[in-house]
T-cell receptor, first 119, second 111 residues
Framework: GAVVSQHPSRVICKSGTSVKIECRSL??????MFWYRQFPKQSLMLMAT?????????EQGVEKDKFLINHASLTLSTLTVTSAHPEDSSFYIC???????????????FGPGTRLTVL | QKEVEQDPGPLSVPEGAIVSLNCTYS??????FMWYRQYSRKGPELLMY????GNKEDGRFTAQVDKSSKYISLFIRDSQPSDSATYLC???????????FGSGTRLLVRP
C-alpha cells in the first residue's frame, strides 16, 4: 500500500517551454501532497504544500507564478514549471500524506521523482 | 546552522557489518522522526517512523531517538550490498507539519 507514482520520469525540454509533472496516489486518498526539489548530492527542499481543492502554500523563495500547482482531486496533484530555464533543471519529487487510521498515517510517501533537464 | 545535521559520508563498510547512521537537530519542538532510504535517481522510501523518544525495531533496522541530546540514530544489522543507498533523516514538529530533511548519508556496503 501507499504507492505514489509520478509522470513523466524524465523530461528534456528547450528553454522557455512549460513542463507539467503529475503526481498520483495509487491506492489511497491524499488530502495533502508535497512538492520537493533535489539538486545533485543535496537533500530534498520543500517547494510547496498542496491541499486538495485549495491554493498551494509555497515555501519562501519559491516563485508561485513559475511553479504552478494544481491539486484537482484526492489522488492527483500537478506541478507545472512555466517558461523553464536551465537553472530549473533538477530532480522533482512529490509526496503524498496518508490520512486516516493505521500505522503510518500522517507520514509522507514519495513518488519516484521526475528528472527535468532544460536545454 | 542547519536545523538538521547529517554527515554526508560516504560510509563504506564490509558486508555483514553493523551500520550506525546519525542526525543531530537544533529544534526541540521536533516530535516525529523518520528515516528514508533513497537509491540513486529514485524517490525516498520510508524505512522507520518514530514518535518522541525511544527505540523502534523492524527487522534488521533499529531507530533510536534521544530528545534530550537532540540526536537520532538508525542501526542496520547484517548489512547487505543492497543496503547501499543514501539514508535521509527527516523530522517534523507536528504529524501534519512539513518535514525537515537532513542532507543524507551515502552508505556503501562492500561484498
Amino acid at each position: 500500500g501507499a504507492v505514489v507514482s509520478q509522470h513523466p520520469s524524465r523530461v528534456i525540454c528547450k528553454s522557455g517551454t512549460s513542463v507539467k509533472i503529475e503526481c498520483r496516489s495509487l491506492d489511497f486518498q491524499a488530502t495533502t501532497m508535497f512538492w520537493y526539489r533535489q539538486f545533485p548530492k543535496q537533500s530534498l527542499m520543500l517547494m510547496a504544500t498542496s491541499n486538495e481543492g485549495s491554493k498551494a502554500t509555497y515555501e519562501q523563495g519559491v516563485e508561485k507564478d513559475k511553479f504552478l500547482i494544481n491539486h484537482a482531486s484526492l489522488t492527483l496533484s500537478t506541478l507545472t514549471v512555466t517558461s523553464a530555464h536551465p537553472e530549473d533543471s533538477s530532480f522533482y519529487i512529490c509526496s503524498a500524506e496518508v490520512t486516516g487510521q493505521g500505522a503510518f498515517t500522517d507520514t509522507q510517501y514519495f513518488g519516484p521523482g521526475t528528472r527535468l533537464t532544460v536545454l | 546552522q542547519k536545523e538538521v545535521e547529517q554527515d554526508p559520508g560516504p560510509l563504506s563498510v564490509p558486508e555483514g557489518a553493523i551500520v550506525s547512521l546519525n542526525c543531530t537537530y537544533s529544534n526541540s519542538a521536533f516530535q516525529y522522526f523518520m528515516w528514508y532510504r533513497q537509491y540513486s535517481r529514485k524517490g525516498p522510501e520510508l524505512l522507520m517512523y518514530t514518535y518522541s523518544s525511544g527505540n523502534k525495531e523492524d527487522g534488521r533496522f533499529t531507530a533510536q531517538v534521544d530528545k534530550s541530546s537532540k540526536y537520532i540514530s538508525l542501526f542496520i544489522r547484517d548489512s547487505q550490498p543492497s543496503d547501499s543507498a543514501t539514508y535521509l533523516c527527516a523530522m517534523s514538529m507536528d504529524s501534519s507539519y512539513k518535514l525537515i530533511f537532513g542532507s543524507g548519508t551515502r552508505l556503501l556496503v562492500r561484498p
